[in-house]
């Protein structure tokens, strides 16, 4: 597995990032079902355009999606890491920390204030690979998805 995250690029990895995500949602026991929410997933390259939001992805061996990432600038300094994923078969590799590490860097060289993040309140090895990377929990809130899925709300300020 490389453990360099690269541009996700439609001919190549295709809908690799939506089944990622619904192997892991399945993994947990979570619903997952095609929405306006999870559009990212289906169509990267049309929510991170390049210019406002970016997305990476993880190879496997045979140069399938493993673990992806989406960057996005809200404006006003403040940067939104999304859909931090890895397949279980890829953790505890340094895939997770190489994806926030990307993610990181990204948001500093454009001028970050300040990083955010949302993550499921069950996702608690992300939970202590995001405080391990220096982010604090700062809230909780019922996410703006169709199952209204509880999330703790992380942060990251660059000084």
Known sequence: ????????????????????????FEEYGFPFAESDYDADLLHPEQHYDGVSGWFRVLEGPAGDVVGCVGLTDNGGGTFELHRLYVLATARKSGAGSALSRWVIDEARTRGAQRLVLFSDVHFEDAHRLYRRLGFRCTRFRYAPDPFQSREWGFEMAFG
């Open 1 to 24: 597995m490389t453990i360099t995250p690269i541009p996700y690029d439609r001919a190549r990895h295709g809908d690799g990032p939506w089944r990622l995500v619904a192997a892991v």
